[in-house]
């Protein structure tokens, strides 16, 4: 009998679960409050299998788990598992061995990768957590899924104050279609009504420019073209990828969206190679 590996990564939300019978691999997300579930999963599919978890919420998995498992840390794990599926995906020999890592799930950490060392640079409280509470707070809405249908239903950009409105009567040194002001327009709300798809398509557009922003600023003081953005919350969200690739390309530099990309950090605990963390 081959021996049975699984990877978790316990996010705030979901947990990532990837998982080897042999040469198959397997990729399921289960809600990481329901533990129990997570449990009775991992006894229904496997006999003895060896399990390595990561991610902010690993402690609490490891404290219920019957079995004994291995804590692996975060960002080494998703830096790891980014690797493993750039090269799987022919990917790493076109970039090469020195790229960004840009992981966007509750909130974002951005993570410069070079061979096999990895730095965390930095990271930003915008991310899905932002989508879903301000989409909440200016909407009422809280399903993730009908917050996405309302997004890619609107036009967002008549909340936002752009370069051209700002350089209304001459040439402006940049692009005038960029934002320069997210919600900028928002007061005048009391003159003209703005719908549901406007202000969840409008936070969209904050949040994708915002990490774009601070990707490729980073991507520029270390040298490197290449970001590679991954995360839950560009699951099913190609609105949210339209916006990040066309402003990293804006910039200068190459967006790399991975299939099965939010279950990087669960590939790197399964993997567990252990890269170092740089230091720069």
């Avoid at 579930?37 to 978890?53: D, K, L, S, V």
């Avoid at 919420?57 to 998703?78: C, H, I, M, W, Y």
């Avoid at 190459?254 to 740089?278: D, P, T, V």
């Amino acid at each position: 009998m081959s021996q049975e590996y699984v990877g978790i990564d316990a996010g705030g939300t979901l947990s990532k679960i990837v998982y080897t019978h042999g040469e198959d691999w397997g990729y399921k997300k289960i809600a990481t409050n329901r533990v129990a579930e997570i449990n009775r999963w991992i006894q229904a599919n496997f006999t003895n299998p060896h399990i390595h978890i990561t991610g902010g919420k690993a402690g609490v998995l490891l404290q219920e788990f019957p079995v004994s498992a291995k804590n692996v840390n975060e960002f080494e794990a998703t830096c790891e598992g980014v690797n493993w599926l750039l090269e799987q995906n022919g990917i790493l020999s076109q970039i090469g061995s020195q790229f960004m890592v840009t992981n966007v799930g509750t909130g974002t950490s951005i993570h410069y990768v070079q061979q096999d060392s990895y730095e965390r640079i930095g990271g930003s409280g915008m991310g899905g957590g932002t989508l879903l509470g301000l989409s909440y707070l200016l909407t009422g809405e809280d399903h993730y899924d009908k917050i996405l249908e309302l997004g890619r239903k609107g036009e967002g950009e008549g909340l936002n104050v752009t370069v051209s409105d700002i350089y209304s009567h001459e040439t402006p040194p940049i692009s005038g279609d960029l934002t320069a002001s997210n919600f900028g327009k928002a007061a005048q709300m009391k003159d003209k009504a703005f719908s549901k798809e406007d202000y969840i398509s409008a936070i969209v557009r904050m949040i994708g420019e915002t990490i774009t922003t601070m990707s490729v600023q980073a991507a520029e003081r270390l040298k490197t073209d290449a970001i590679i953005y991954i995360g839950t919350t560009f699951s099913r969200h190609d609105t949210l990828k339209e916006i990040v690739k066309g402003y990293t390309e804006l910039r200068g530099k190459q967006a790399y969206f991975l299939e099965y990309g939010e279950y990087s950090g669960a590939i790197g605990a399964l993997l567990n190679n252990g890269l170092k963390k740089a230091v720069l």
